[in-house]
Structure formats: C-alpha cells, structure tokens
C-alpha cells in the first residue's frame, strides 16, 4: 500500500480530481497555500496498491500543465525607495510524493 501525496496548483486541481475519480482512485483534498507565491494549491491524499502508483501518477501529470505567468514584484533600492515591476514565473505541474503505509485500516 502506498500514500500518494500531490501538491497540484488550485486551477488545475478539479481536472486532476475528475480524472482521478474516474480512474477508480479516492481522493481526499486539502486547500494549501504556496510559499514562494502564496498562491493557492490544492493537496492531494490517495491512497492505492503498489501496482496502481504509476497509473494514478500518468493520470496526474495529465491534469497538471505547467505555465508562465507575469505576477508583479517589487524591488527596494535601499534608500526607502520601491518600484514593481513584472516577473515572470512558472506555474502549474505538480509535485508528487509516495510513501510507504506500513498500515492501512477503513473504518
């Protein structure tokens, strides 16, 4: 048994969810928030057999798409001084972890 642990950006989640469920995998969602952006996320929790690990990762990274967008940003100058300006950044795709689950029980 395997814990599947997906960090997906929040426009992409609903389709990576969909197509998940329709994989015949469960999903528990938890709204998280970014670090670097402090954009919104979703945090996907699935739980599967070893052998269906690859197939519920492909049906992730299908869903989850990378992007640039233009955000603002500021730069100081030291001297109390401040401008934005754009900046370029990649969003999207999703970033995966799998454990091991040493016990499983459904209650």
Known sequence: ???????????DSKAVCNALVK????????STTGGFLMAG????LIGT?????DTCINL???CSKQ???IVPSTASYGIGVTTA????????????FVTNVERFEKL
């Open 60 to 62: 992730i990274a299908s």
């Open 85 to 96: 300006y754009p900046l370029q950044v990649t969003v999207g795709g999703a970033t995966v």
């Open 23 to 30: 994989g015949g995998f469960s999903v528990t969602r938890l």
């Open 67 to 69: 992007r640039v967008e």
């Open 1 to 11: 048994m395997k814990l599947i642990t997906a960090i997906v950006n929040k426009e």
């Open 49 to 53: 057999e070893d052998e269906k690990v």
């Open 41 to 44: 996320n979703m945090t996907l």
